[in-house]
């Protein structure tokens, strides 16, 4: 077979649009296409964080046949080459790390394995769950894919369980049924205020150690008038998804960790005080966003910090590479924000997404084996290490890779080892906290109408008790609709 070496490097910063979930053809893959837009997007989308020079450094190692990776892979295949065959690879590639680290780790392994071609469908920065349902929608599930609403598609009966082999290389997992169908790409993605420490150094700031003391130190901030607290990226709703689960966290989670089940049960709703809570807290902090913010793609955030526009944003880790890579030279701090109650709830540990393989393409021999051979050559540690430094990423497998990790991402381990609370994100549950289909971008939505005061809380609340019971209609994990 002809090798290729496929190389689809995007140029430029493109916004992901309304971001929410992630086929084949036939009636289950329409069942996913439908179910399938209620996903996280923005905290997987971003993990990694290897700059060029490191990939270069990798290139040169495998030309030169000094490569570990390199060496690694001819020990893998070594008596057991592979069979022809041609691999489909999709990821969301909203994030620029994402796309160099991944194009990275494909051509080192077509050009390791010739006779199988892995080629990546690019998602051009758009909305990721709305591409996967569509490729679902017309036969063209890729082979090989980032998985975001896994429990859609393992439900819809789109994806192969991993073997034992693939399973064991990582420290946690979530299986389904006994069933694992996804290998996590990282730790959950750990959000933080990311900060300019030469604007609070010069300006005699200090890192909060409470939450009054955050809200203090943007009203500070704010009233100097050379730059915004806070810089937003609204434009992408999943952007908003970042700040509302730090409230929905710190108001609704601390008192009822099930609160979704019981709303699913009846004995709760969203007009809980509890929700109001969350609408009214996260108005106060967001009047400290930047002019336009609901305009602002999460793309151009970058840019606001690095042009001394804003002095702080709410992101996860994989920023870190973003600003490095834009400015060098910019000093920056990061803290986690303190709960009212005093306590410390962060994102992190593993998650139900990851890197997962169709069902159709594991009814093909040749693809499973080059699907699976493709897996294991990703965490492989040089492999890995160029994804996980590329996006600041929290390595989930037990044969970590040697990275060199910055200042800021050893605060964020740190953070996250002596964290009070350390979970997923409110959307990416599953079980009887699973949300159904669109609720997610829908609350996303609301929220923005709150905050820009064309709704208020009340009225918000009551569409969000609308739209959920017509999602239960659909979707209820405890009756058992949505779930064959």
């Known amino acids: 077979m002809k090798r290729k070496i496929i190389s689809s490097l995007l140029a430029g910063a493109l916004a992901l649009g309304t971001l929410a979930g992630c086929g084949g053809g036939g009636s289950a893959s329409g069942s996913a296409a439908s179910q399938a837009s209620g996903s996280q997007e923005a905290q997987s989308s971003a993990a990694s964080e290897a700059g060029s020079g490191a990939a ?55 050009e390791q394995n010739p006779n199988v071609t892995v080629t990546i469908e690019p998602g051009n920065g758009g909305a990721y769950s709305e591409l996967l349902k569509t490729k679902d929608s017309v036969g063209e599930f890729p082979d090989v894919m980032e998985m975001r609403d896994t429990a859609v598609y393992v439900r819809a009966g789109k994806l192969e369980p991993l073997s034992d082999e693939i399973v064991s290389l990582f420290k946690t997992t979530t299986d389904f049924d006994g069933q694992v169908y996804t290998a996590p790409l990282a730790g959950e993605n750990t959000n933080g205020i990311i900060y300019n420490k ?8 200090t890192e909060p150690t409470t939450y009054d003391e955050f809200l203090e130190l943007c009203k500070t901030i704010k009233d100097k008038g050379d730059m915004a607290p806070l ?7 999943w952007h908003m998804g970042f700040w509302f689960h730090k409230v929905y966290n710190d108001q609704v989670l601390s008192q009822d960790p099930d609160f979704i089940e019981h709303c699913y049960d009846g004995s709760k709703d969203f007009s809980d005080e509890t929700v109001k809570k969350t609408f009214e807290e996260l108005q106060n902090i967001l009047q400290y966003a930047q002019d336009g913010w609901s305009s602002t793609p999460d793309a151009q955030i970058t840019t606001f910090m690095v042009n001394d526009m804003a002095a702080m944003m709410y992101s996860g880790t994989h920023m870190f590479s973003q600003i490095s890579d834009a400015a060098p030279d910019f000093e920056m701090g990061w803290f986690p924000i303190p709960s009212p109650d005093g306590k410390v709830r962060l994102v992190g540990g593993g998650g139900i997404g990851g890197l997962a393989i169709s069902a159709e393409a594991a009814q093909d021999p040749a693809k499973k084996a080059a699907a699976e051979a493709f897996i294991k050559f990703f965490y492989e540690p040089d492999n890995y290490k160029v ?7 929290i390595p989930a497998t037990v044969e ?5 990790v910055s200042e800021q991402l050893q605060e964020v381990i740190d953070a996250t080892n002596s964290a009070d609370e350390l979970a997923p994100m409110w959307n990416g549950r599953s079980g009887n906290n699973e949300l159904p289909p669109d609720f997610r971008n829908f609350t996303y939505k609301t929220l923005i109408e709150v905050l820009q005061g064309t709704r208020d809380i009340d009225s918000a609340c009551d569409e969000l008790n609308k739209t959920w019971k017509v999602g239960m209609e659909s979707f209820n994990p405890l009756t058992g609709v949505g779930l064959e």
């Open 231 to 237: 810089v937003v990226g609204g434009q992408d709703i």
């Open 400 to 404: 970590q890779p040697t990275m060199d």
């Open 387 to 393: 994804y996980c430094e590329k996006l600041s990423a």
């Open 56 to 110: 270069e450094a990798s290139q040169a190692e495998q030309s030169s046949g000094t490569s570990e990776a390199g060496s690694s892979a001819e020990q893998s295949s070594a008596g057991t080459e592979l069979e022809a065959a041609e691999l489909t690879f999709i990821f969301a590639d909203g994030d620029e790390g994402a796309k160099e680290s991944m194009n990275e780790i494909v051509n080192r392994f077509n």
């Open 198 to 205: 030469k604007y609070f150094d010069d300006n005699g700031l």
